[in-house]
């Protein structure tokens, strides 16, 4: 293998790739839309849930009730209703998630038994915002009815039992905000490092068919592995400058907890650099086609990394078929190591097992790549 050679492929590539507007665009423009997007249109935190309430007794002790729920700070006040009607109705046209039915006698059942039932229904077509609802529902009604026993008691002469209480004290660990901003973005950092190199090592054997120029390139001395490293080199660059700016604004953007090493962060991202860029290179090797090359380079990398790594979806809450599959995606142990190394601060040592597979993974799709490229036209 020649230096000069492998020089003068890449120097051909990266201008290349300066002379051609959507590359510049892909490299420079959609890591810094990604991070704004996904950044901050996705989250998992639910809060300020819009809240109707149906008020039929209009009592100090029903007010308080309500009050409980908007001082949460988990609920907002959506409206206020008059009927059982408008609380279908509500639901009905989305001015509300949940909806609050207070009955005219519960002061008095209260009052008299210590207890009083309320109603709440939730409008689930949004599961996964209903469930969560509910949960600060219950977490409320929890809260307001201790006080309410309290007061009953008090009232009545009773005291609070003294045995059998159990007191529950969690500790959070490493996400102690439990904010969902710090579990999502080190996974944003995959997904755009695997669409911007994909998709523009996809286009650099298929842009040589189209343009016509393939015949030169195969006429020259240049080898085979020195062409695959050749054109890779400056998207190799421009991949680790992508992470560099992903990461940093992680860290000083969104804020979010940097506990690891760099040393370690470096080497597994560089390693998932070269399964993305070896997969578009072997694309742009088997297609000549560019559209059809990056199509097929987005389906390859984008579906796994966003659906079967982890990213959006908890891996062991797939079915075992899918949990199978799921260990042949590369993207998986990359996000795994960024969140560990992000927010529990993780070693080496502690991420052999994913920093090997993510290594035997880039080690096979180079070798691969590197055999795909045949100096010959058919």
Known sequence: MSPRRLFAMAFKESLQIWRDPRSLAVALLMPLMQMVLLGYGVSLDIKHVPLCVYDEERSDASRALVTSFLASGWFSAAKMLQSERAVREALDRGECIGAVTIPVDFSRVLA?????????????????????AIGYAKGVIALASADFAARWGAQHGLSAPRVGTIDLEPRVWFNEGLDSRNFIIPGVVAVILALVGAQLTSLT???????????????????????????????????????????????????????????????????????????????????????????????????????????????????????????????????????????????????LLPILALAATAAAIVWVAARSFRKRLD
């Not at 991202?269 to 578009?280: H, R, Y």
Request: proline share 4%; aromatic share 12%.
């Open 205 to 351: 054997v298929s842009r040589e068919w189209e343009r016509g120029t393939m015949e030169e390139l195969i006429s020259t001395p240049v080898k085979a592995l020195e062409v695959m490293l050749g054109k890779l080199a400056p998207y190799f660059a421009i991949g680790l400058f992508d992470a560099a700016f992903c990461l940093l604004s992680a860290v000083f953007w969104f804020d979010v907890p940097f506990r690891g090493s760099i040393a370690t962060l470096g080497l597994t991202t560089g390693l998932f650099t070269l399964v993305v860029l070896g997969i578009g290179y072997l694309l742009s090797v088997r297609i000549k086609s560019q559209l059809g090359a990056s199509q097929i380079a987005l389906l390859l990398t984008m579906l796994p990394t966003t659906i079967l790594s982890g990213y959006a979806f908890p891996i062991d809450q797939m079915p075992a078929a899918v949990r199978a599959i799921t260990l042949f995606v590369y993207a998986r142990y990359y996000v795994t190591i960024l969140r560990a190394v992000f927010l529990k601060g993780s070693s080496l040592g502690d991420l």
């Open 112 to 132: 008299s038994t210590g207890r009083a039932p309320v109603q709440a229904v939730f409008d689930a077509t949004d599961t996964n915002t209903a469930t969560i």
